[in-house]
């Protein structure tokens, strides 16, 4: 680990230089933050569960021909994954009102859109991650209108699989927010989905309960916080070996 050059260290993981060129390691923290940092705290565990779930889920799309940046996991907190370059833009798809969206058109938590709604937000901790509109990001060249609309399918593409996914274990998914990067082979370019694909990017409501199961629980303070993602994995069929022991912030940074 300490042999690794450190590229990155973001709210949520660290990123190193991968063992061949082109490839990084992504290592999960337990950390959480929200509204853009100014909440912090720890979710004991939650580095071990998104490295997991964030495998599980990007190993179903990579099955289904949506390309991505995964490669492999390699341990309870690290995956390889290809470097790519970041489309500066969080891509948000909501199926249902809640958080910003639900005060921002005077909707209540819960009430379900009239179709899958495509958000782009700029990518910019010191501006807040202002929301833009596609003139913004192909007049100011975050992407080209061609490279936005393959963003769009793909994201639309992902929350129908994922909303069936989560559907089969009795699980809503209300929004989901993905990051997309650009990957070279020789002159071609290729977009792949990139980042992580976890409770902490996912709204996540269990269908009976309509209890939330995603990082909401920190931001609101509604506790139970690891247990939820916990169960998001379970249920996904591949909480870690050994269950919740395993799940202990294991020493292997510095
Ligand atoms: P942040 O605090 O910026 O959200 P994170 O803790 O989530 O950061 O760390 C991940 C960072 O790495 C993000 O800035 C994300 O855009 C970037 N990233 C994710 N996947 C890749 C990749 N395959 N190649 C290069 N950068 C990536
Ligand atoms: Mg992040």
């Known amino acids: 680990m300490s042999r690794r050059r450190q590229i990155y260290e973001g709210k949520a993981?660290?990123?190193?230089?991968?063992?061949?060129?082109?490839?990084?390691?992504?290592?999960?923290?337990?950390?959480?933050?929200?509204?853009?940092?100014?909440?912090?705290?720890?979710?004991?565990?939650k580095g071990v569960l998104n490295n997991r779930i964030s495998e599980f889920i990007m190993s179903r799309l990579g099955e289904l021909g949506i390309q991505t940046h995964f490669v492999r996991r390699l341990n309870m907190r690290e995956q390889l994954v290809r470097q790519v370059e970041i489309v500066p833009l969080e891509v948000v798809v909501r199926?249902?009102?809640?958080?910003?969206?639900?005060?921002?058109?005077?909707?209540?938590?819960?009430?379900?859109?009239?179709r899958s709604i495509i958000e782009y937000y700029y990518k910019n901790d010191a501006l807040d991650d202002p929301m833009v509109s596609e003139e913004h990001v192909t007049a100011f060249g975050w992407a080209t209108a061609p490279e936005l609309d393959e963003i769009m399918a793909t994201a639309l593409r992902v929350n129908d699989f994922l909303s069936g996914l989560f559907l089969g274990i009795g699980i809503k998914l209300v929004d989901l927010t993905l990051e997309?990067?650009?990957?070279?082979?020789?002159?071609?370019?290729?977009?792949?989905?990139?980042?992580?694909?976890?409770?902490?990017?996912?709204?996540?409501?269990?269908?009976?309960?309509?209890?939330?199961?995603?990082?909401?629980r920190f931001r609101q303070d509604l506790g139970q916080v690891e247990e939820a993602y916990q169960e998001v994995a379970r249920r996904l069929g591949i909480l870690p070996e050994g269950g919740p022991a395993d799940v202990k912030a294991p020493k292997t940074v510095q």
Do not use: H
């Not at 809640?98 to 009239?114: I, M, N, Q, W």
């Not at 990957?183 to 902490?200: F, G, K, Q, T, Y």
């Not at 996540?204 to 309509?210: R, S």
């Open 13 to 45: 993981k660290v990123l190193f230089e991968g063992p061949e060129p082109g490839t990084l390691v992504q290592y999960f923290k337990d950390d959480a933050s929200a509204f853009n940092d100014r909440k912090k705290g720890t979710i004991t565990g």
């Open 95 to 114: 199926n249902v009102a809640s958080g910003s969206f639900a005060t921002r058109f005077g909707l209540d938590e819960g009430t379900l859109l009239p």
């Open 180 to 216: 997309f990067g650009r990957l070279w082979d020789n002159d071609e370019m290729r977009l792949v989905v990139a980042d992580e694909i976890s409770p902490d990017n996912c709204r996540l409501w269990d269908i009976k309960t309509g209890e939330k199961m995603d990082k909401d």
